[in-house]
């Protein structure tokens, strides 16, 4: 067999610029270990619009679980399933919205119940700044909620004891 030849390997310009952008951005992209990170409420109240439209991760206790009726949204949909409760840690408490399901009819009891401890990742909604938020009565503009800070929580894990 004869012996190999190794050849002098190049690389595209455009593939090392690429490759150069790429490693570059790598330090902006959240680590699972940064989006673990635990947020306490009373940080959320005390300056809510540094975390206007922020997914964060809080930890507490389910109080006051009330499933929705199903609601109608803007585009015309009708959402099934949704729930409010209140989360409350050791510094202070906030209002949480779990949406329902939009366009599937669906009768389901909420996931949560209450005294259960959980960890949520969810969107904080600071008032004043437009848009829609959960109510008793289902989607509802924000402005009739002046100075209510609430969670929409987009994923719910229980807590070990």
């Known amino acids: 067999m004869p012996p190999m030849r190794l050849r002098p390997f190049r690389v595209d310009p455009c593939l090392s610029l690429w490759l150069s952008f790429a490693l570059a951005c790598i330090p902006m ?8 990170a635990t947020t306490t409420i009373q940080e959320v109240l005390s300056d809510p619009t540094l975390f206007h ?4 991760t809080l930890h507490g ?5 009330q499933p929705l009726d199903p609601y109608e949204i803007p585009a015309g949909s009708t959402c099934y399933g949704g729930y409010l409760f ?5 510094t202070a408490s906030l209002p949480v919205a779990v949406p329902g399901l939009c366009g599937i009819p669906l009768v389901k009891d909420p996931d949560v119940e ?13 008032p004043s ?22 969670a929409i929580a987009t994923r719910i894990t229980p807590l070990a004891d």
């Open 53 to 56: 439209l922020r997914q964060i």
């Open 29 to 36: 992209v959240p680590s699972p270990l940064q989006a673990e």
């Open 86 to 90: 209140t989360l409350e840690d050791d």
């Open 61 to 65: 206790t389910v109080r006051n679980v």
């Open 114 to 126: 209450d005294g259960a401890r959980v960890a949520i990742e969810a969107t904080i909604q600071a």
């Open 129 to 150: 700044h437009g848009g829609y938020a959960l109510s008793f009565k289902g989607g509802k503009i924000a402005m009739d909620q002046e100075g209510i800070v609430q």
